[in-house]
């Protein structure tokens, strides 16, 4: 059974239901977290959700929420090197990568620990790092394993200067790979005025309290090691026929005032994806699920579209079954004359099996009779009338018998 992993929960972020953080084991056996949440009711499919360098899991609450509505099961990650799970250099605030091929054996273990609770089909989403090697996954074999993909500003060109790679290779000649590239920012005072990640002041914050609230999630500048390992990355996607497998349907969705990775490279590779779309996402800095809610709105307008397309919702038959089963308890009153019916055949054969006199001792029933016969059975009820009179005649005296031969004729 998984090992529990702890979870961060501040009041603006709260642990959404339904699931929890777990260890599992990465490549080299770093022990990685991730957390899966399962939605009420029958999951229409599985969303695994790969983070942003920098990032942790807490800081996708609400995104895991929305999908939650949306009826998936969401398995989100955070990758080797950030968050709680194992980090490569002894300094923790330094992101550093040793290659891609470490974050490639990490994803392929995350599937294979959680693919036997994850509901078919797949969705892929990533941002940035996170969507640089989810795509680079989905191009190394994971693609057969997904419907569809989505990608938020993900990182397939970073915004550096053109002797980046010079200086990249010169810096890991000299041993220098855990070096910061650049000179390390504060992670725990960044303010909102300058940043280039969000115009949403209200989701910065947050992501701030998370690092107040727990500063074990805390990541600094990246390393030459990092940088060395984004330039590869990004350049082995660049080249159309190593996207020429990925045959399910990927979404780009670019942040149009993105400082920090390349808008042409993102167009380039959904022109060289068998099935590639991109869409601008006007106004929007570099972390598209944590802007403002008129930007994000873009965005979950086109995962809505891939997800109708690949994993639509389940039809509501329990709803229309009700509908139908209750039609047939009207039909007793359709069945409530047969009875009448049958009562009419069977006064007949009562009146003819009694005599004549049974009919002159209720008058009145005998104007409903001549309604319910047939008019050409008229003259059969004369008969019975005359027949009627001896039968009288034969109870009551004589005398009796006189007078009652008088009113006959006026009743014909």
Known sequence: MAEAAPLTSIPE???PPGGGAEWFAGAGGAMLRAALFTPTGRARGS??????RTEAIEKYFEVVSELLE??????????????????????????????NAP????????????????????IAVGHSMGGCLTLLALAKGEAARFAGAMLCAPMLGVNVPPMASLLVGFNLLLGK?????????????EPFEGNVLTKDAQR???????IDANRDLALGGPTWGWL????????????????RGVTIPVVIASAEKDQLVRADAQRAAAANLPDGKFVNVPGAEHEILMETDDKRAVFWAEFDALADRVAPRPAPAPATAPTVAAKPKAAPKPKAPAPKTAAAPAQKAKSAAKPASAKLATPAKAPAEPKAAPAKKASAVKPAAAK????KAATKPKAASAPAKKPAPKKA
Request: glycine share 10%; hydrophobic share 40%; no cysteine.
């Open 388 to 391: 009627a009179a001896p039968a």
């Open 103 to 122: 974050y490639l054996q990490d994803y392929h273990a995350l599937l294979a620990a959680f693919e036997d609770r994850l509901p078919k089909p797949w």
């Open 70 to 99: 949306r009826g998936f099961a969401v398995l989100v990650q955070e990758w080797r090197g950030q968050g709680l799970s194992h980090r490569d250099l002894p300094d923790r605030l330094k992101g550093h990568a040793n290659g």
């Open 204 to 210: 910065f914050a947050r992501g701030r309290a998370l």
């Open 47 to 52: 969303v695994v959700l790969s983070t942003g």
């Open 13 to 15: 972020l709260p642990i």
């Open 228 to 243: 060395d390992f984004a330039l590869k990355s990004t350049a082995y996607l660049a080249k159309a026929e190593n996207l």
């Open 177 to 189: 790979a855990g070096g910061y590239a650049r000179p390390p920012a504060d992670p725990y005072h």
